[in-house]
């Protein structure tokens, strides 16, 4: 089985995204060849450089993880939606450089599920004492954007790849004072425990 795992770049000011920081100090797994990307925090870009993986590698499995700053817990995402936030990414730009409410894809569905094995993953995580929840939002911002791009690209093609998106809290590391965080290596296993149970 070849597992894709992704994590984002840096935003918002931070030197550092724990999910990269985790996706990038996996190596192996116990059954799957596992392959990474970094993803631009990027509306024009994010997609396009996960869907070049896509093509070279041929997963079985895509693993999105990103940085949910606010979170105290590792969020196991159930939904994305065809819908995007003015935000601007880290040029600077609006998606479809559209200050306004935009969707993912015109003709797309409002939203899909993600099609991972959710459960066993959340009782992998509740097995080793990681915190970790379901989420019925991914938020508007590029981690729904990649989760509903990939989904919808599963969906046009008919292939019966499984994806899914994690979110991570801040790492201890990155010293956000008053907001919940976790040790990078707590990220790095849970990312790993997920990886590991992702069908
Ligand atoms: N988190 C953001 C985008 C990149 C990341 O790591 C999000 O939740 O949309």
Known sequence: MKLLLTGFAPFGGETINPSWQAVKRIDKLDEALVFKAEIPVEWNSAFVTLEEMWKQVEPDCILMIGQAGSSDAVRIERV??????????????????????????????????????????????????????FSFSAGTYLCNYLLYSVLNKINQGKSNIKAGFIHVPYANEQNKTGFPSMSLDDITKAVKIAANNII
Do not use: H, M, Q, V
């Not at 935000?87 to 894809?105: H, L, M, Q, V």
């Open 80 to 133: 994305a939606i065809n819908l995007c936030s003015p935000i601007k990414d880290n040029s600077g730009a609006y998606n479809r450089n559209k200050p306004f409410e935009t969707r993912i894809c015109d003709d797309g569905p409002d939203a899909y599920f993600s099609s991972f094995n959710y459960e066993k993953i959340f009782n992998a995580l509740k097995e080793n004492n990681i915190k970790s929840r």
